[in-house]
């Protein structure tokens, strides 16, 4: 028994995944100029944040609030920020992609996508004007005064500069105002915020973020203004964002939706009971109704209905 049930459920989700692909591919023929510049648009922000290296000068730290009030975490344990970050970052992709999994789904992938590299464009645009307009000489350790990381040599040829390598990445320093982590976690937790349905995550989202901005500055990876300055326009970029882009689509409810409610004050299961033996009883109204997360709203009347029938 167990093996039938299982193989049924493998087959529908089987089915369930042909079917999201079919819908994400016709999505992503319209879209894929907007997915294509968005991933061009992150080259060219790395492209930016490694051409600020070679400006960059170290110096002393300068005064920061924030390293005064958060004990440092050393060299040892800087990588908690990124493992919080990297936490962030992958849960996001797969939260994105879980229209292809589960039966309940509210977003379409590619269209949630373009909505996420609009706003991570926007604000990034806004950071590589900001740290090139004034250089500060780098808090992380690798940026300091005696550090082979701290200034790059000039490139002998065009290629050293277009070229983006993993130790480029990691080693960065000038880029500062304000935090590119930021900027993409801020992004992915208000999404998720706008478009998830559990209130749970919701909040353990938002904590994170705060938890991963406070490791930051304790990691010394940024100052304490890279951080502030990162939440208000992030923030404020989304918000207009989402006042000029059109609205998502809402999967999650089945619009349109034909069941049958008796004009009498007839209990719900005598509802179900009635449609599902098809009995017509007493005059029944078959007029459009709008489901909304379980539902059903007909001029301003609400009533609950237990679970979507099987096979409607």
């Given at each position: 028994m167990s093996f039938y049930y299982i193989g049924r459920e493998a087959s529908k989700l089987w089915k369930r995944i042909c079917a999201e692909t079919t819908t994400e591919i016709k999505l992503?023929?319209?879209?894929?100029?907007?997915?294509?510049?968005?991933?061009?648009?992150q080259y060219i922000h790395g492209l930016a944040a490694r051409g600020v290296h070679y400006f960059h000068r170290p110096g002393p730290?300068?005064?920061?609030?924030?390293?005064?009030?958060?004990?440092?975490?050393?060299?040892?344990?800087?990588?908690?920020?990124?493992?919080?970050?990297?936490?962030?970052?992958?849960?996001?992709?797969?939260?994105?992609?879980?229209?292809?999994?589960?039966?309940?789904?509210?977003?379409y992938t590619v269209l949630i996508w373009c909505r996420v590299l609009a706003c991570l464009i926007a604000s990034q645009i806004l950071r590589i004007v900001t740290f090139y307009s004034t250089q500060l000489p780098g808090p992380n350790y690798h940026c300091r005064e005696g550090s082979k990381f701290a200034t790059l040599p000039r490139p002998d040829n065009i290629l050293e500069v277009l070229l983006i390598v993993p130790s480029g990445v990691l080693f960065g320093c000038g880029d500062l105002i304000f935090s590119s982590h930021m900027i993409f976690s801020l992004v992915f937790v208000r999404t998720y915020h706008k478009y998830?349905?559990?209130?749970?995550?919701?909040?353990?989202?938002?904590?994170?973020?705060?938890?991963?901005?406070?490791?930051?500055?304790?990691?010394?990876?940024?100052?304490?203004?890279?951080?502030?300055?990162?939440?208000?326009?992030?923030?404020?970029?989304?918000?207009?964002?989402?006042?000029?882009?059109?609205?998502?689509?809402d999967r999650s409810g089945a619009a349109g939706l034909l069941i049958p409610l008796s004009k009498d004050s007839k209990t719900k299961e005598e509802i179900n009971h009635k449609f599902l033996n098809g009995s017509t009883g007493d005059s029944v109204d078959w007029r459009s109704r709008t489901q909304i997360n379980g539902k059903i709203i007909e001029e301003g009347n609400i009533v609950h209905v237990e679970a979507i029938i099987n096979g409607l």
């Amino acid at each position: 028994m167990s093996f039938y049930y299982i193989g049924r459920e493998a087959s529908k989700l089987w089915k369930r995944i042909c079917a999201e692909t079919t819908t994400e591919i016709k999505l992503l023929a319209e879209n894929w100029k907007y997915i294509l510049g968005g991933i061009i648009c992150q080259y060219i922000h790395g492209l930016a944040a490694r051409g600020v290296h070679y400006f960059h000068r170290p110096g002393p730290i300068l005064q920061d609030v924030g390293f005064y009030l958060l004990p440092e975490l050393g060299q040892d344990r800087a990588y908690i920020s990124e493992f919080v970050f990297t936490f962030v970052f992958f849960s996001f992709v797969l939260w994105t992609f879980h229209p292809f999994i589960t039966k309940s789904k509210k977003i379409y992938t590619v269209l949630i996508w373009c909505r996420v590299l609009a706003c991570l464009i926007a604000s990034q645009i806004l950071r590589i004007v900001t740290f090139y307009s004034t250089q500060l000489p780098g808090p992380n350790y690798h940026c300091r005064e005696g550090s082979k990381f701290a200034t790059l040599p000039r490139p002998d040829n065009i290629l050293e500069v277009l070229l983006i390598v993993p130790s480029g990445v990691l080693f960065g320093c000038g880029d500062l105002i304000f935090s590119s982590h930021m900027i993409f976690s801020l992004v992915f937790v208000r999404t998720y915020h706008k478009y998830g349905t559990r209130r749970f995550l919701k909040q353990c989202a938002w904590l994170t973020v705060v938890i991963q901005s406070l490791l930051i500055i304790a990691a010394r990876k940024h100052y304490t203004v890279d951080i502030v300055v990162a939440w208000y326009t992030v923030n404020l970029v989304v918000f207009f964002i989402d006042k000029k882009m059109p609205e998502l689509p809402d999967r999650s409810g089945a619009a349109g939706l034909l069941i049958p409610l008796s004009k009498d004050s007839k209990t719900k299961e005598e509802i179900n009971h009635k449609f599902l033996n098809g009995s017509t009883g007493d005059s029944v109204d078959w007029r459009s109704r709008t489901q909304i997360n379980g539902k059903i709203i007909e001029e301003g009347n609400i009533v609950h209905v237990e679970a979507i029938i099987n096979g409607l």
